[in-house]
């Protein structure tokens, strides 16, 4: 996987908020990437999730577009290698 998880976002998004958030929380330092200040950046979102949506994550070959916090850990649970390296235990909120 890559190094560093990729978390796309736009400034006054409350669901980015509350994803960088649940990721601060598990202690992942994600890279944050503003796709409303970069048109690079919003390219690179829609050519990974097909999509304009935030907040996007992007891992690896893991990727979550559009997500709630409780639909990423849903995700996160059809994807135990990718909860394990990002370090989010079974029991974890």
Request: net charge negative; with cysteine; proline share 3%.
């Amino acid at each position: 996987m890559q190094k560093k998880p990729i978390l796309y976002i736009k400034r006054g998004c409350s669901w980015c908020r509350q994803a960088k958030a649940f990721l601060d929380q598990h202690g992942i330092e994600a890279e944050i990437r503003d796709v409303g200040a970069s048109t690079s950046n919003m390219k690179r979102m829609i050519d990974i999730s097909d999509q304009t949506l935030t907040p996007t994550f992007e891992y690896g070959d893991f990727i979550v577009a559009d997500f709630s916090v409780d639909e990423f850990k849903s995700e996160l649970e059809e994807r135990p290698d990718v909860r394990i390296e990002l370090g989010i235990g079974d029991d974890e909120d």
